[in-house]
C-alpha cells in the first residue's frame, strides 16, 4: 500500500511522495506538492459549493465561464483593437457607398479582410454573398451591408464551432490536455486555465508532463502557487510523460479533484515520434478513467495567422483536437484567423489570450468577437 510522506521545502512548498517504491528503483517516482495560495493572492470564492458526486456539476460549471465571457466583452473589445483597426476602412468603405459603386467597394472590403488573415476561401465566400444580396435589392444602404457581413461571420463561426464551452462530461475527475508547439504559450495558458476554473469553485490538480523542457515543471509550480493549486511533477528526469499523466489522474480520482490539468512538452508537428507520445498520453489517462480526456486543447500562437493552420491539421490528425485556445491576440492584427481556422478545420475555439493578466485568458464567444472586431 502506498505510504505518503510530508517534507517542508520551503515557506511555500510541502512535498508528499505519492509512490511506496523506494528511490533505487528504476521506476520514475513522482511528487505531489500542495501549494498553498501564496500571500497576497485573490482569496478565491466559490460561487458554488458541490461534492464530488454532485449532478450537473461540470454542466454549472460551463455556464459560469460562458456567462463571464459575456460580462467581459470589454476585455475581449480592447484584446482585438488591432484586428478592428485594419478593419475600420470598411465603416469608410460603407459611409458614401452607392450602388453603381458596389463593386468597387466589396474589391476593398475583400482586401481588408485578406489583410486582417481572413483566408481566400472564407472572404470570397463573404464577399459574394454580400453581391448577391446588394444586387438582389435586400441590402439598400451601408449600415445594412455592414449588419449583412458581421451576421455572415456570426453564422461561419456557429455553425463550425459551436461548442465553445469546455465538455468535461460527468465523471470526476474531467481531464483536460493542452498540447502545441514549441513557444506558442501552453504552460502559461494552462495556468491561466487553471485559474479561471479555480475561481468557478473547481478543485484542480495539474500535471507537469512537459518532461523535455528543464524549467518546464518550475514554471508549473510558479503557476501551481500563484493559482493556489496542487501539481504532480516527477522527480526523474527520465520520467515519460505518460507515466506522470497517468500518475495525476490517479491521483486527481483518489483525492477527489474536479479537473486534472495536463501541461505536455512543445513540439514541432512534423516530429513523428513526439507526436505519437501524445497518443501515449492519451491513452495512459484513458485506463485510469474511462472516457477520458475529456478535452485536448491545441494551443495556437495568433501571431502567426493561418500559418498556423497546417500544424493544427496534424495536430488533429494524431491527438483528435477538441478545442483551441489563440494566444497573442491582443498583439496581431490578424484575428481574422480565427475565423479561418473555424472553417477549415472545424474545431471551435475554447478561448482567446487577450493580454498578459491573469485573467486575460477570455473564454471565446462568437458574437462578442464579431463585434469586437467591427465597430
Not at 53 to 73: M, N, P, W
Not at 90 to 109: G, K, P
Not at 300 to 315: I, K, S, V, Y
Amino acid at each position: 500500500m502506498a505510504t505518503t510522506t510530508a517534507t517542508a521545502t520551503s515557506a511555500s512548498f510541502t512535498r508528499f511522495s505519492t509512490l511506496s517504491k523506494p528511490s533505487s528503483s528504476s521506476h520514475p517516482q513522482f511528487t505531489f506538492l500542495n501549494v498553498p495560495i501564496r500571500t497576497g493572492t485573490p482569496n478565491y470564492r466559490a460561487r458554488f459549493r458541490c461534492s464530488a458526486g454532485q449532478t450537473g456539476f461540470f454542466t454549472k460549471l460551463g455556464r459560469l465561464i460562458k456567462e463571464k465571457a459575456k460580462s467581459d466583452v470589454e476585455k475581449i473589445f480592447s484584446g482585438f483593437s488591432k484586428t478592428r483597426n485594419n478593419l475600420a476602412v470598411i465603416d469608410e468603405l460603407l459611409l458614401y457607398w452607392n450602388l453603381s459603386d458596389t463593386d468597387r467597394v466589396l474589391d476593398q472590403l475583400e482586401e481588408a479582410l485578406l489583410v486582417s488573415d481572413f483566408g481566400p476561401r472564407i472572404t470570397i465566400k463573404i464577399v459574394e454573398n454580400l453581391r448577391e444580396d446588394i444586387y438582389s435589392g435586400k441590402l439598400k444602404s451601408g449600415d445594412e451591408i455592414k449588419e449583412a457581413l458581421k451576421r455572415n461571420v456570426l453564422e461561419l463561426l456557429t455553425s463550425k464551432g459551436s461548442k465553445t464551452e469546455l465538455q468535461l462530461g460527468f465523471r470526476k475527475p474531467a481531464v483536460i490536455i493542452i498540447v502545441g508547439v514549441n513557444g506558442g504559450g501552453k504552460t502559461t495558458s494552462l495556468g491561466k486555465l487553471a485559474y479561471r476554473l479555480k475561481n468557478e469553485g473547481a478543485k484542480i490538480l495539474m500535471a507537469a508532463g512537459d518532461t523535455f523542457r528543464a524549467a518546464a515543471s518550475d514554471q508549473l509550480e510558479i503557476w501551481a502557487e500563484r493559482t493556489g493549486c496542487e501539481i504532480v511533477v516527477a522527480e526523474s528526469e527520465k520520467a515519460k510523460a505518460s507515466s506522470v499523466l497517468s500518475e495525476a489522474v490517479k491521483k486527481g480520482k483518489e483525492l477527489g479533484f474536479d479537473i486534472v490539468l495536463c501541461d505536455t512538452s512543445g513540439r514541432l508537428h512534423t516530429n513523428y515520434s513526439l507526436m505519437e507520445e501524445l497518443v501515449s498520453c492519451k491513452k495512459s489517462v484513458a485506463k485510469v478513467v474511462p472516457g477520458a480526456p475529456n478535452e485536448i486543447l491545441l494551443v495556437l500562437d495568433g501571431t502567426t495567422g493561418l500559418n498556423m493552420l497546417p500544424q493544427a491539421r496534424e495536430f488533429n490528425d494524431v491527438v483528435g483536437v477538441t478545442g483551441l485556445i489563440l494566444t497573442k491576440l491582443d498583439g496581431s492584427a490578424r484575428g481574422g484567423c480565427v475565423v479561418g481556422v473555424v472553417d477549415e478545420l472545424g474545431i471551435p475555439v475554447k478561448f482567446v489570450g487577450v493580454g498578459e493578466g491573469v485573467e486575460d485568458l477570455q473564454p471565446f464567444d462568437a458574437e462578442a468577437f464579431v463585434n469586437a472586431i467591427f465597430m
